[in-house]
């Protein structure tokens, strides 16, 4: 039995898809406001909790050999991003799991100190290398299914707004195919207690990405690119209104300011390890849009 936190989520929700067309035994830790019907229907059984309480934590695992942690943060990052996780670390190593698979995030490690979701991924990584489980982390970079309604947009407008260096890189990782490397962790010798960076087969930059939309959509794109000054002057502004709104905007202005790619060797690696071809970001859009 496999236990997938943040079912519902973007990642969670291919996770508990993929486990159920295997006909694998996956319970599905939800909230109960949640739209859940979905993995429901697909025969997943169905937890409804709060990651938050410790109880509900030890209800959802009772039976579980597996755990993936897809959650994010759902704007409480002490609490959800780093807490439960430890929580859920703590119950797995008392309760015997076989293997724990967490999702952090690339570039985790690099000391972000305006970023609270990556340190509390960073602690949270090594509080799991030291629990004694056996582990997988994964450490992907933009999710591809984010860029959809970015995409869905273009396609009515053909216009594409792009906040900073254009010329950043990234290594956007096809949702689905991450959904697949975490399932499988629990079963490739070669994923057991390492740690993966996770992309798609491509380093694009970021100007790369409008380009592909006009690819899919037969439309040339028209760029908007602000410098990340602006964006900074917006933040201040809001912080003088709510502090703490001013704060949480710290891991966005990381992800817009810095580069968050995968060398090829890496990505060769993981294709090795997990016997995959990974998807493309055009491919993927197609897939869904096309």
């Not at 309480?53 to 002490?78: C, F, L, M, N, P």
């Amino acid at each position: 039995m496999f236990l997938v936190t943040g079912a519902t989520g973007s990642l969670g929700r291919r996770v508990v898809r993929q486990l159920r067309e295997e006909e694998t035994p996956v319970r599905a830790y939800v909230r109960l406001f949640s739209d859940y019907k979905e993995l429901e229907h697909r025969g997943a059984d169905i937890f409804i909790g709060d990651l938050r309480r410790d109880k509900d934590i030890e209800k959802a695992g009772e039976g579980v050999q597996y755990i993936i942690s897809a959650h994010g943060s759902g704007g409480d990052t002490e609490a959800l991003d780093y807490r439960a996780n430890i929580e859920l670390i703590d119950w797995a190593k008392k309760n015997g799991v076989k293997h724990f698979v967490y999702t952090s995030v690339l570039g985790v490690d690099r000391g972000y100190e305006d970023a609270p979701v990556f340190k509390a991924k960073w602690e949270v990584e090594k509080y799991l290398q030291a629990s004694g489980l056996n582990y997988t982390i994964l450490r992907p970079s933009g999710f591809a299914n984010n860029l959809l309604p970015l995409a869905e947009r273009f396609r009515e407008t053909g216009i594409y707004l792009l906040i900073g260096d254009p010329q950043n890189r990234s290594s956007i990782v096809s949702t689905d195919d991450l959904a697949k490397i975490a399932i499988d962790s629990v079963k490739v010798e070669g994923a057991k207690n390492k740690i993966f960076p996770v992309g798609g087969p491509e380093m694009l930059t970021r100007e790369d990405i409008p380009q592909i939309f006009g690819r899919v959509f037969n439309q040339e794109p028209l760029i908007i690119n602000p410098p990340l000054f602006v964006f900074d002057g917006l933040r201040a502004g809001l912080g003088l209104f709510n502090p703490q709104a001013q704060k949480s905007f710290g891991t966005l202005r990381t992800l817009l300011a810095n580069e968050f790619f995968c060398t090829p060797d890496e990505i060769a690696n993981l294709e090795a390890v997990y016997n995959m071809k990974m998807e493309s970001l055009e491919g993927f859009l197609r897939r869904y849009l096309g």
